[in-house]
């Protein structure tokens, strides 16, 4: 086990240091490699095949992980082994044929008619500064601006 930790804080210098990947990712991608030596246990490294990593996944899938937390993990597990395998500890990187979820895109919601109008109606004219106001509020409606005047509609 301490192996496999001093390889998962070499790792993280790593990221920092030659990748350099801003410290949040970093911090995120050091988690993920510890969740994944934690789940090792006492499975040998050297041993593990691409069943195994499924296994993993399904592991991180019980956790009940957000989709997108899944896949950053098996991006962190393949970045990781890709770097055992860079610095000879390790020979075969059995986490490159391991598939990556397909993440869904959030489709927004659509604003209907009504709530346009009065989004746009909004200022006063009898304010100061209406038609600056009018502007600001029809170049962002023009220009498909999402989360637009939610609090304001």
């Known amino acids: 086990m301490l ?6 804080s070499a790792f993280s210098e790593y990221l920092q240091s030659e990748c350099h990947l ?4 970093v911090m995120a ?4 490699v510890n969740r994944f030596v ?3 246990g006492k499975r040998n490294l050297l041993r593990l095949e691409v069943t ?11 956790q ?14 393949k970045m990781f082994l890709r770097y055992l395998q860079l610095e000879g500890a390790i020979v075969d990187n059995k986490a490159e044929l391991l598939g990556s979820q397909k993440l869904w895109q959030r ?11 009065r989004f746009l109606k909004a200022p006063r004219k009898l304010e100061s500064y209406y038609f600056r106001d009018r502007a600001l509020l029809e170049v962002l409606y023009a220009t498909g601006c999402r989360e637009i005047g939610r609090a304001h509609v």
């Open 3 to 8: 192996f496999r930790s001093k390889w998962a």
């Open 22 to 25: 801003a410290d949040n990712t």
């Open 29 to 32: 991608y050091g988690r993920d």
């Open 38 to 40: 934690a789940w090792l």
């Open 52 to 62: 195994d990593l499924s296994d993993f996944v399904a592991w991180l899938s019980a």
């Open 64 to 77: 009940e992980l957000a989709p997108a937390s899944i896949a950053r993990n098996i991006v962190a597990v």
């Open 107 to 117: 489709v927004p919601e659509v604003v209907g008619p009504r709530q346009i109008d």
